[in-house]
């Protein structure tokens, strides 16, 4: 198993979700269970808790010490917030959770019933390293040798700070009036050590950890991050279409420099032919020349425009038939599909918003200059009217991450599935426009909002297909 210090070390320089949703799969277990204990069998608390966790986890990863365990913060945190969650409940909320338990283990040892409630108790009494030897011991099972390579320690030296850590929880229980063995302690921490986690728990909580984490770090930070970040270019597809069209124009004004050249020579000849003296500073002949050059430049301009539609007319393809509208494709259903098509990019970008998937999402999309500099723009004046101190965290904290103008497209989006949660999409029409480029027409539909009708257009970059977002695309604020 990949240790957690990288994971977590790597999800804070790189901003990998894969790192963070491993350290979610490693660790969720212990959250969960301690979660579910501390309020007291409500399963639907223990999850809210359990996100809760991992959301302040995604945000809090950047100022955690670096020779921290991630274990240990995880219980600590996991008990101090399920029990301020358990503290914002009524009296009767409280007395109902605690009847629910307690008939739910009926069957149970009577002195473990007595234990539990004072368990976590007891264990956040202990020192940090001592607690994180018990939660490593017990809560994720691990042997002594393991504990003792986390804790840096020997395996006799682990032994024996469990031994005292136990010894230590007796006596508190002893206090409280509950005497009670070491073996007996053992067992009853084993026992509460994992609890079954809910299906698809995991994948949930770290989506939603990681998508409020970048969309929840305050609201300004979506709207303000690009404002100091250097324009960057949208990827090697996109100058080359740019370059293109310049190397041909180098080419051309070569060929016009050598017509006029050409030009100019048998205006020469003609005078001389003539009789007459030309000097380069003849009025008369200057004109004539200019005449000559604009003449030969806009033909060549008319020859070339006809040319261009000629060509334009035979590559393009037969419109197609409307077709019918398709049917709707279920959220649950959406998936990484590539780019290799308008649809499979299109597919893969709803499936990145819903995941909170920001590298895939950039993968699909292409901003054109002028939109990306209308929303560095807006963002300037919007920054403007932001606290000085507030909009410093802010842009500390995006040029860190290195986000720019995809995220902040991206973020809102996210804010609106989990607002309303998207549904489904329905394709309604497709237009083929170039043969590299293509509009789709889409209904995307939510569960809590009306539905919405989104026009897309589609451009091809050698051998992927992205959605070119323009002034036109973007947001009224962000266009005017």
Known sequence: MTDA????????????????????????????????????????????????????????????????????????????????LVRS?????????EAASMNAHDESDPALEQLTPLLDGAINSLSA?????????????????????????SEHAAQKRVSRSLEKLRRYFQRHGLPVSGTTLAAALSAQSLNAVPASLAASVACNALAQASAAITPLLISLFMAKIKTIAVGAAVIAAVTTPLVVQHNSIASLRS?????????????????????????TDNRELLQLRAEVARLRREQQNVAQNNRWRAEAPAQPPPRT????????????RGFASPMDTLQTA???IRNANIEKFRESIAITDQARQKLHDLIAKMAAKAPPEEARKVLDEVAARGWDAEEGLLFPMIAQNQKHGYKSYRVLTENVTQPDEQQITIELQMNSAPPEKRQFRFKQFGDAWKQVIDVADLPPEARN
Request: with cysteine.
């Open 350 to 352: 709803h499936w990145a």
């Open 259 to 283: 017509e006029n050249e050409h030009l100019r020579q048998q205006v020469t000849s003609q005078t001389q032919t003539a009789g007459l003296v030309t000097t380069p500073t003849e009025p």
């Open 129 to 153: 390293r001592d607690r994180d030897a018990v939660v490593l011991r017990y809560f994720e099972q691990r042997d002594f040798r393991s504990v003792a390579a986390t804790l840096q320690l």
């Open 5 to 84: 210090g990288q994971l977590l070390r790597a999800y804070v320089a790189e901003n990998s979700e894969e790192a963070f949703r491993s350290l979610v799969d490693a660790h969720i277990g212990m959250v969960y269970s301690t979660a579910l204990r501390v309020v007291c069998g409500d399963a639907a608390a223990a999850k809210d808790v359990t996100q809760m966790v991992f959301t302040d986890l995604a945000r809090k990863a950047r100022g955690l010490p670096a020779d921290v365990l991630l274990s240990g913060w995880l219980y600590r945190h996991t008990t101090f917030t399920a029990s301020k």
């Open 89 to 97: 409940e009524s009296r009767r909320r409280a007395r109902e959770q």
């Open 325 to 336: 509208p398709q049917e709707s494709v279920p959220a649950e259903s959406w998936v990484n």
